[in-house]
C-alpha cells in the first residue's frame, strides 16, 4: 500500500469483531473495508452539503413553529 498514510484506531471489542469477520470472508483487509466505509461517509457528506446548497434560498421555519403548528392540529 505504498502512498497511503498508516493510522492506529481503536474499536470496541465487539464492534472490531464485525469487520475482521468481513475482512475474512470478503477476501479484503480490515484497511480495505475501513478505507471505503469512511470514502462512502465522506461522499455522504458531500452530497448533503450539495443538496444543503440548492436549498439554500428556500424559505425555513423554527423548530418552535413546527411544535407549535403539532400541538394547534393535536398531533402532539
Do not use: C, W
Not at 474499536?11 to 466505509?37: G, H, M, W
Not at 455522504?44 to 428556500?58: Q, T, V
Amino acid at each position: 500500500m505504498a502512498g497511503n498514510t498508516r493510522t492506529t484506531i481503536h474499536f470496541q471489542p465487539k464492534v472490531y469483531r464485525a469487520p475482521k469477520i468481513k475482512a475474512a470472508t470478503s477476501d479484503r483487509s480490515l484497511s480495505e473495508l475501513v478505507n471505503a466505509a469512511v470514502t462512502a461517509a465522506l461522499r455522504e457528506d458531500a452530497l448533503d452539503l450539495e443538496a444543503f446548497e440548492k436549498r439554500r434560498k428556500e424559505p425555513s421555519r423554527p423548530f418552535e413553529k413546527v411544535l407549535e403548528d403539532l400541538k394547534r392540529d393535536g398531533l402532539l
